[in-house]
């Protein structure tokens, strides 16, 4: 089973601040990764996947890169409805399986 | 517009049963995978299992032999038959859908997902 490890646990920022979050899987994934918001009492909404490749609807503020094991998703410039948990995820197809870091929460400073 | 809303959820014994459903709307229903994913504040987000529209099924480890997932494509509905629970099943458990783009999509890369549905384990 491939881990997926996130840091840090908690990131405490200002609005309008550029934030870089880390995610690290136990091997390499290639660029099957994918980042989630999830804000609370909501489902997790789909941001970034491909490591690279941004959802439909999603800001430009919101980037994402690396490739085998070690991922990062960048804001560039926080707004007040970004501070919310971020996960990490790497997907396959055959067999489907995924494993889900442990988030990052991001709060106001 | 894509709406997946879950029921069934709620508290129950443990090595007990219950049956989650999810009802969908807002797209072609026999023609995609869906899934189930889990959430508990301990272990976070947890792949469950996913169904192809024609019933290709694959479950997580930590579900196969007690849970059965299923479908009814003409009730646009999606069911999780949960046996033999445990307090390790206590989460909210959602319904979601593939991601879709012009390469084509990842069963366990999820799109839309629906609110969610509690499952609580516990004597």
């Known amino acids: 089973e491939i881990v997926m490890t996130q840091s840090p646990a908690t990131l405490s920022v200002s609005p309008g601040e550029r934030v870089t979050l880390s995610c690290r899987a136990s091997q390499s994934v290639s660029n099957y990764l994918a980042w989630y918001q999830q804000k609370p009492g909501q489902a997790p909404r789909l941001l970034i996947y491909g490591a690279s490749t941004k959802a439909i609807g999603i800001p430009a503020r919101f980037s994402g890169t690396g490739s085998g094991t070690e991922f990062t998703l960048t804001i560039s410039s926080l707004q007040s409805e970004d501070f919310a948990v971020y996960y990490c995820?790497?997907?396959?197809?055959?067999?489907?399986?995924?494993?889900f870091g442990q988030g990052t929460k991001l709060e106001i400073k | 517009e894509v709406q997946l809303v879950e029921s069934g959820g709620g508290l129950v014994m443990p090595g007990g049963s219950l049956r989650l459903s999810c009802a969908a709307s807002?797209?072609?229903?026999?023609?995609?995978?869906l899934s189930w994913v889990r959430q508990t504040p301990g272990k976070g987000l947890e792949w469950v299992s996913s169904?192809?529209?024609?019933?290709?099924?694959y479950y997580a480890d930590s579900v196969k032999g007690r849970f059965t997932i299923s479908r009814d494509n003409a009730k646009n509905s999606l069911f999780l038959q949960m046996n033999s629970l445990g307090a390790e099943d206590t989460a909210v458990y959602y319904c979601a859908t593939p991601y879709y783009d012009s390469s084509g999509y990842f069963v366990t890369l999820f799109d839309h997902w629906g609110p969610g549905t509690v499952v609580t384990v516990s004597s």
């Open positions: 995820q790497h997907y396959n197809n055959w067999p489907p399986k995924c494993s």
């Open positions: 807002g797209f072609t229903f026999s023609s995609y995978y």
């Open positions: 169904i192809s529209g024609s019933s290709y099924i």
